[in-house]
Antibody, heavy 120, light 110 residues
């Protein structure tokens, strides 16, 4: 079955760090022409794009997280990773990972999300 | 990069058609044919409904259609059904390797 399963969310204090993982099955996160992304959704709010990693390993970030978050993938574990540092309350959200479609800048498979709460 | 502008709400009766707009700028919606639409039920995972402005993924009913004119993209849902009631989000490539989402539209089937 083709699916994505996120993990690693939880409660963290402001200024803290957290690492999210997204385990893929049914396809390879490192496959040719594959790109993966993280999108977040604060409680009661809309979707916000966070970061994307291209097939060649190149990465890009939303301005709101640039310099604090790092996206990567572990091909051996078929997993997408988001390392989050210097967290603020504004980073509290459900974090979804998603798989890019065959074309560009759309996502045809989403995980169920993992909740990150930044609070003292 | 500012969020794309969507109406907060839209509604229609069963069987009717409703169109949801998504307004951006020439730097995002108007500049690229990379507009997508996602359906999301409360507490659930977003589902891709339209990509590259007007293409439908396999399994999405042809009651859903997308279009674009200038800096505004649109999602039209024809023959409204009760289970179309959900939140709908547009997204667009925003240049400089960025993606931007709309604020979302809550579609109510009356």
């Amino acid at each position: 079955e083709v699916q994505l399963v996120e993990s690693g969310g939880g409660l963290v204090q402001p200024g803290g760090s957290l690492t999210l993982s997204c385990a893929a099955s049914g396809f390879s996160v490192g496959a040719n022409s594959m790109y993966m992304t993280w999108v977040r959704q604060a409680p009661g709010r809309g979707l916000e794009w966070v970061s994307l990693i291209y097939t060649g390993g190149d990465t890009t970030y939303a301005a709101s997280v640039k310099g604090r978050f790092t996206i990567s993938r572990d091909n051996s574990k078929n997993t997408l990773v988001l390392q989050m540092n210097s967290l603020t309350t504004e980073d509290s959200a459900v974090y979804f990972c998603a798989k890019g479609g065959p074309g560009y800048w759309y996502f045809d498979l989403w995980g169920r999300g993992t909740l990150v709460t930044v609070s003292s | 990069q500012s969020a794309l502008t969507q109406p907060p709400s839209a509604s229609g009766s069963p069987g009717q058609s409703v169109t949801i707009s998504c307004t951006g700028t020439s730097s995002d919606v108007g500049g690229y044919n990379y507009v997508s639409w996602y359906q999301q039920y409360p507490g659930k995972v977003p589902k891709l409904m339209i990509y590259e402005v007007s293409k439908r993924p396999s399994g999405v009913p042809d009651r859903f259609s997308g279009s674009k004119s200038g800096n505004t993209a649109s999602l039209t849902v024809s023959g409204l059904q009760a289970d179309d009631e959900a939140d709908y989000y547009c997204s667009s490539y925003g240049g400089s390797r960025n993606l931007v989402f709309g604020g979302g539209t809550k579609l109510t089937v009356l």
